[in-house]
């Protein structure tokens, strides 16, 4: 009688590497808003906890959602694994970007040996205007309205009426509740920008 030998081997998946890709940056800021770089330029530190760690490549993926941070599905630039120790000032090199736009990114790395590690949660940056130009009149006073305040911008805290920067106010009404709003502001020196009497804040 045959007799039949059956060997059996038992596959397991290669471990992950514990490097990781940690602060991630776009023009060394944090989830900035309203950068007007072209192209943005990208950073990230790497964290791996062995002796003599080191990343030997990197891709870069750059969506419009985060769902779509993978291969394929990245619809603004998949930067391929490129072999690199690079991790400051990596320029963006996909499509082009809009102004006023919010766009998500990450970054993954292969340490030494050349084991991927996982991608760093997803990251996001927003464009500025862009060279769109300004489409917005100013909230102004006349000259002369102006030129009847005593104010000193040393002493703009100061709780008498003199000495206080003049209070330009301007009313709108939305026709809906908005679910997210950016306001692009500047001034002829220094300001601060409330809405509804509540300080708008830059983040």
């Known amino acids: 009688m045959p007799g039949f030998l059956l060997i059996l081997a038992a596959l397991t998946a290669a ?33 791996d906890p062995r002796p003599g760690a080191r990343q030997s490549a990197y891709e870069i993926f750059v969506a419009s959602a ?82 009847t305040i005593a104010h000193d911008p040393l002493d703009g805290d100061s709780a008498g009426v003199e000495g206080r920067p003049p209070l330009l106010r301007k009313e709108l009404r939305l026709p809906a509740r908005p679910i997210r709003a950016r306001i692009y502001a500047t001034a002829l020196g220094s300001y601060r920008l409330s809405v509804n009497g509540r300080a708008v804040s830059g983040a």
């Open 15 to 47: 471990p992950a590497s514990p490097a990781r890709a940690v602060a991630l940056r776009v023009e060394h800021l944090a989830t900035p808003l309203g950068t007007d770089a072209v192209p943005p330029r990208f950073s990230w530190q790497m964290a």
């Open 66 to 147: 985060p769902a779509r941070l993978t291969p394929g599905r990245a619809d603004l630039w998949a930067s391929g694994v490129i072999r690199s120790d690079a991790t400051l000032d990596v320029p963006y090199g996909g499509a082009a970007l809009a102004p006023r736009h919010r766009y998500y990114w990450t970054v993954c790395l292969r340490d030494r040996a050349g084991a991927p590690a996982p991608c760093a949660p997803a990251s996001w940056f927003e464009t500025g205007l862009m060279g769109e130009g300004w489409r917005a009149s100013w909230i102004a006073a006349s000259r002369v309205m102006l030129d």
